[in-house]
């Protein structure tokens, strides 16, 4: 069984752009969360879908925005790309909301904004 | 609101030292407890948990008591190895009013073992 894909691996911009990452979970979870992973803040949620909806939002500014197919997997997107917005970002799957218990991690995308 | 609280590193320990990764926290409710860890390149993995007051999660060696009185989350092995070398993130899921549950980390204590 696959784990939880995540692309690209790394990726390198400049302040101002946009950026578009890809989460695809393990084979039959629905549930997709996001977390950002900083040496300063640590890891923090950014947020969660279930069944093409945000269930589940934390503290960031509109510029973070996501969102989830039919098939569960997802996208994040990053707009008007800030040097603070460099970091790892992780996707995680389960198999429904709540399940948080049982949570697969991919490896995540290192974002450099240069 | 929740909130998790692990020790700084880094911590550096020579094989088969005794390792103790504080860990406290507060959160509303009865929340569950994690330690996951984080190997060089790689994403989380869940290393045990305890969900409810008392409960002992193991694995790998590793073990941690999930302490009500103290709202603690200890980790600890009694000989650690090289290949202990990680990351370790302590965690804890809780209800924070409603039936949106979060994932809530500290922000990691990296543990290099030397030979």
């Known amino acids: 069984k696959a784990g939880v894909t995540q692309t690209p691996r790394y990726l390198i911009k400049t302040r101002g752009q946009q950026v578009t990452l890809s989460c695809s979970p393990i084979?039959?979870?629905?549930?997709v969360s996001w977390y950002q992973q900083t040496p300063g803040q640590g890891l923090q949620f950014l947020f969660e879908y279930f069944s093409e909806t945000q269930r589940n939002k934390g503290n960031f500014p509109g510029r973070f925005s996501g969102r989830q197919f039919s098939n569960s997997r997802s996208e994040m997107n990053v707009s008007t790309l800030e040097l603070g917005d460099s970091a790892l970002y992780l996707c995680?799957?389960?198999?429904?909301?709540?399940?948080?218990?049982?949570?697969?991690f991919g490896s995540g995308t290192q974002l450099s904004v240069l | 609101g929740n909130s998790v609280t692990q020790m700084e590193g880094p911590v550096t320990l020579s094989e088969e030292a005794f390792l103790t990764i504080n860990c406290t926290y507060t959160?509303?409710?009865?929340?569950?407890l994690f330690w996951y860890v984080q190997y060089p390149g790689e994403g989380l993995q869940l290393l045990l948990k305890?969900?409810?007051?008392?409960d002992k999660g193991s694995n790998k060696g590793f073990e941690a008591t999930y302490r009500k009185e103290t709202t603690s989350f200890h980790l600890e092995k009694g000989s650690v190895q090289v290949s202990d070398s990680a990351v370790y993130f302590c965690?804890?899921?809780?209800?924070?009013?409603?039936?949106?549950?979060?994932?809530?980390f500290g922000k990691g204590t990296l543990l290099t073992v030397n030979p």
């Open positions: 084979s039959g979870h629905r549930s």
């Open positions: 965690a804890l899921i809780s209800n924070s009013g409603g039936s949106n549950y979060k994932l809530t």
């Open positions: 995680a799957s389960s198999l429904g909301p709540g399940a948080l218990e049982k949570l697969f």
């Open positions: 305890a969900t409810k007051a008392d």
């Open positions: 959160a509303t409710g009865y929340p569950s």
